[in-house]
């Protein structure tokens, strides 16, 4: 598998990234969405922690499909691919190395 080192931004720190030839552009979108939220929240709530800013982020985006189930029987939401969650514990890991988040309390299993 080929692969590609890219740079993503997100709350005004940056990120180096080594991705599968072809998801570089995904990977900047999510980053990018990512990025939006932080700064939505931080200017609508004032809030400025960046572990409390990337925490809203992260409940806002991964709650999304769930917020579209109205009852029992209405469809699942779809399944998270395996890549997504490796890619959040790839975030998590260089946010505790930064001194963002706690060491040891990602779980990288869907």
Known sequence: MNETSIQVTIA????????ADGEAARVREAAGKIDE????????????????LMAMAALQL??????NVTSDDA??????????FDG?????????????????TGDSTP
């Open 37 to 52: 939220l932080v700064q939505r929240f931080q200017r609508d709530y004032g809030v400025s922690d960046r572990q409390d």
């Open 75 to 84: 469809p699942a939401a779809p399944a998270i691919p395996q890549d997504v």
């Open 62 to 67: 991964l709650s999304e499909p769930m917020s």
């Open 88 to 104: 959040l514990e790839e975030v998590r890991s260089l946010l505790a190395q930064a001194g963002l988040a706690p060491e040891g």
């Open 12 to 19: 005004g720190r940056t990120y180096p990234l080594t991705v």
